[in-house]
Nanobody, 119 residues
Framework: QVQLVDSGGGLVQAGGSLRLSCAAS????????MGWYRRAPGKQRELVAAITSGGTTNYADSVKGRLTISRDNAKNTVYLQMHSLKPEDTDVYYCNADVTDPIYGGNYWGKGTLVTVSS
């Protein structure tokens, strides 16, 4: 099986920074694209940032210039460095990974980590 463990959320004041991490483990031949999504209560889950195994990145317009996604392929880990946080960034952030494996390949989600930005 494959597990994604995401962490790093917390409470921060507006303008502050946080770093989220997500490690994939288990039966993994290769981790392809990885990304971070968020979903506030009553809203649809939205893409925050994604990164391919080759390092190509994609960001939501609302976070460009403030959030940076990166990954360590050797550790099957993806990071989200968050700067200049705003109260509207408050949300549960979910890690996502597309995994190639002969038995357990598929799309996986972490349980989520809460980011709270106070004004």
């Amino acid at each position: 099986q494959v597990q994604l463990v995401d962490s790093g959320g917390g409470l921060v004041q507006a303008g502050g920074s946080l770093r989220l991490s997500c490690a994939a483990s288990g039966s993994i031949f290769r981790v392809n694209a990885m990304g971070w999504y968020r979903r506030a209560p009553g809203k649809q889950r939205e893409l925050v940032a994604a990164i391919t195994s080759g390092g190509t990145t994609n960001y939501a317009d609302s976070v460009k210039g403030r959030l940076t996604i990166s990954r360590d392929n050797a550790k099957n880990t993806v990071y989200l460095q968050m700067h200049s946080l705003k109260p509207e960034d408050t949300d549960v952030y979910y890690c996502n990974a597309d995994v190639t494996d002969p038995i357990y390949g598929g799309n996986y989600w972490g349980k989520g980590t809460l980011v709270t930005v106070s004004s």
